[in-house]
């Protein structure tokens, strides 16, 4: 599927005189695929963690879920703001995402941290490299928000990793 960016029909107030949006809105709604996507990834685990430790699993992957919502949300609302057109619906997900296919044979949590381990290290490098996009640059509200949006991803992420020692 490819992804198809509907122009502004004028530019929105909310960007700099001179910048394009559509670089912006790009980026915005890829991150949000592979963000709706890792969402779903985290509620699959939490759905299916058994085992010792159960507990703390369950309870922790539906605390990183919750985080994910709100990131995901505030992707889309900024791509609205840009003249955007949010797409996040399951099938635009599943045809946009390149977070990895999650396995469906998981059920301890040593093995959902690991497959969560690679895959928040994955859109942690999906967010660098949109951070690292000429016209993401010159757009200060994008990268205050996709900057911390990489920062709360990366302490996850620790706490994932921490679950492994």
């Given amino acids: ?25 790009a980026a ?9 996507d890792l969402c779903s990834q985290v ?9 010792p430790n159960f507990m703390a699993h369950h309870l922790l992957f539906d605390e ?12 889309a609302a900024r791509c609205a703001a840009l003249g955007g057109s949010a797409r996040g619906t399951a099938r635009a997900v599943a045809a946009l995402s390149r977070m990895p296919e999650y396995p469906d044979d998981l059920r301890d949590g ?4 690991a497959a969560l381990v690679e895959r928040y290290g994955a859109l942690c490098t999906h967010l660098r490299g949109a951070l690292a996009e000429p016209d993401t640059g010159g757009d200060p509200a994008t990268q205050n928000l996709l900057g911390t949006i990489l920062r709360a991803l990366e302490l996850d992420l620790w706490k994932l990793e921490s ?3």
């Fill in 28 to 36: 915005l709604q890829q991150l949000l695929a592979d963000g709706l």
């Fill in 43 to 51: 509620e699959q685990a939490h759905w299916t963690v058994r085992g």
């Fill in 64 to 75: 990183l879920a919750d985080r994910l919502r709100l990131h995901v949300d505030e992707i």
């Fill in 110 to 113: 040593p093995s959902h941290i």
């Fill in 1 to 25: 599927m490819t992804l198809s960016i509907q122009r502004p029909l004028a530019p929105p107030a909310v960007m700099a005189p001179g910048l394009t949006a559509t670089t912006t809105i």
């Fill in 163 to 165: 679950h492994r020692e």
